[in-house]
């Protein structure tokens, strides 16, 4: 099993830029594909990034791309997330997960672990 464990959310202005990190322990980091969904009151939880953990490849939701930026650093056993240009359609509460299979990173039922969310609010 892993533990997750999101933090940096908050409240920023339109146009600001904020950075979620998600801090594993339990089974090797390395050893997971990390994604990060997000899910708004009323509605779905959303793919909005993820990043492999054999190749390092990226991948993004259209409505984030150019915006927003995974990364990972093993060492550290984190996962971030930065969000530039942020909108307030990007209010909501945003979600890190492990994937260990390394496929179907847009799938939602591949992930097994979830941290427990944190909070991002973009105002006008």
């Known amino acids: 099993q892993v533990q997750l464990a999101e933090s940096g959310g908050g409240l920023v202005q339109a146009g600001g830029s904020l950075r979620l990190s998600c801090a594993a322990s339990?089974?090797?980091?390395?050893?997971?594909?990390m994604g990060w969904f997000r899910q708004a009151p009323g509605k779905r939880r959303d793919f909005v990034a993820a990043i492999r953990r054999s190749d390092g490849n990226t991948y993004y939701a259209d409505s984030v791309k150019g915006r927003f930026t995974i990364s990972r650093d093993n060492a550290k056993n984190t996962v971030y997330l930065q969000m530039n240009t942020l909108k307030p359609e990007d209010t909501t509460v945003y979600y890190c997960a492990a994937n260990r299979f390394d496929y179907g990173l847009q799938d939602i039922t591949k992930y097994s672990y979830w941290g427990q969310g944190t909070q991002v609010t973009v105002s006008s």
């Open positions: 339990g089974r090797t980091f390395s050893s997971y594909a």
